[in-house]
């Protein structure tokens, strides 16, 4: 299953290799929100994979920027929802037959989850470049 995800993320990255500096606005953008964000989003508990190994559980970070995506306080970071939107829908078509089984998830803070995330988009970067 992991030589499956690697080689998922190998495609997803020779895809996305034109677009490296929409990556890492992304993880800019990402960083922004995470240091931004105050109060009750902070309590918000958002599904949180265990593993990013795991192909199954990409959907699970989908879901979680989808769920930050209907907050209020975020609408000022728009633009990386859409810009995620973006890589979502380049991964979507090579991950769909993929999916197999379900992902280890746990319901972690706000701040946890954007955490993950930023992994995510970094092992994007990494393997588009390699």
Request: hydrophobic share 40%.
């Amino acid at each position: 299953m992991r030589t499956h995800l690697y080689l998922i993320f190998l495609a997803a990255g020779i895809y996305a290799a034109p677009h490296m500096s929409n990556i890492a606005e992304l993880l800019t953008l990402l960083q922004q929100m995470k240091n931004s964000m105050t109060g009750d989003i902070l309590n918000l508990r958002i599904e949180t994979p265990a593993s990013l190994d795991d192909v199954n559980c990409i959907n699970a970070l989908f879901e979680g920027a989808e769920l930050l995506k209907t907050n209020p306080d975020l609408k000022k970071f728009s633009v990386f929802f859409q810009k995620f939107e973006r890589l979502k829908q380049s991964l979507i078509p090579s991950l769909a037959e993929e999916f197999q089984g379900e992902c280890e998830t746990e319901r972690r803070n706000t701040t946890k989850f954007i955490e993950k995330l930023i992994t995510f988009i970094r092992k994007l970067s990494k393997d588009a470049r390699a």
